[in-house]
């Protein structure tokens, strides 16, 4: 789709892209010029402009409201599987079979730097908003995070918890991926912290077997934070189910239980040694800020709505 889903473009096996009114359905031009099956097309944010990958080893660059091919970029050695536009449209990066990403200047279609880790056909990639990452899946479900200023990879930026890296968003906020019958929606500021999970809540269908699998690990680690989060998605799913009640209010007890209140809330030593019943010596403001923390208001908004709810009366099968 482009940006303002007025049209959408295709690529074919017939070396053809085409361009097409998303209301009606109609055709609204051919762009011709690979002499091979066109495999990865993408808009740019602005809608003005129109990239392909195809298995002819190029990228092409077309203006979006003519359909004239402004540039082609050669490089790769073998078909170019997957191509994405940078936010600002200044950069280009593609996917190939011959294994490595490559990184392209728009305006003057030349090479800027190869990314080289890959093994094996790179089916995926990705800017992050701001262009500071950039994301890459290949075939073999390998994932990586790189540095596209240095070509580095970033060991410390798995995305492990995925199967499929789709796109991103055209606000640039959301990189979109998919599992299954599901579909993921990942604020790439908090990547996939449970804070970040939070603001997608509603926005993504839940996976239970997912959840489970999550809440055993978090459990198992005594992270009971995320396995909160966890829990409460398991039971959101079904929430007549004993067991996810359960389960879930027996995490918030643990959780409890190992929340450390901030140093600057703790009572202050006179406070916590018998002070007199009524002393007034202290000002309200200093009371105030003597109050411990209550852990409640750090919980995300899902596990607070599903600990509100009654225990259900379905049992496990």
Known sequence: FSPDGNRIVSGSLDNTLKLWDAATGQGLRTLRGHTGWVSSVAFSLDGN??????????LKLW???TGQELRTLQGHTSGVISVAFSADGARIVSGSSDNPLKLWDTAKGQELRTLRRHTTWVTKVAFSAGGARIFSQAVNGEKI??????????????????DNLDTVTNDGRWLV?????????????????????????????????????????????????????????????????????????YAYQQWRRTFKTPESDKPSDSSSKGGVQGDTSESTNEKSANKP?????????????????????????
């Open 49 to 58: 402009r129109i990239v392909s990958g195809s298995s002819d080893t190029t």
């Open 63 to 65: 203006d979006a409201a």
């Open 177 to 249: 991926t998919s599992s299954g019958d599901d579909v993921w929606l990942v604020d790439r500021e908090y990547m996939n912290q449970p804070d970040e999970k939070a603001f997608r809540a509603f926005r993504a269908k839940p996976n239970p077997q997912r959840h489970r699998e999550q809440a055993a690990k978090a459990e198992s680690g005594k992270d009971w934070y995320a396995a909160l989060f966890h829990r409460a998605w398991i039971m959101k799913a079904d929430p007549d189910q004993a067991a996810a009640h359960d389960s879930l209010h």
């Open 145 to 162: 995070v790189w540095d596209p200023q240095t070509g580095d990879q970033l060991e410390g930026e798995p995305w492990q918890d995925f």
């Open 293 to 317: 923390v209550d852990p409640d208001i750090v919980l995300q908004p899902i596990v607070r709505e599903m600990l509100k709810l009654p225990r259900g009366t379905k049992k496990d099968n």
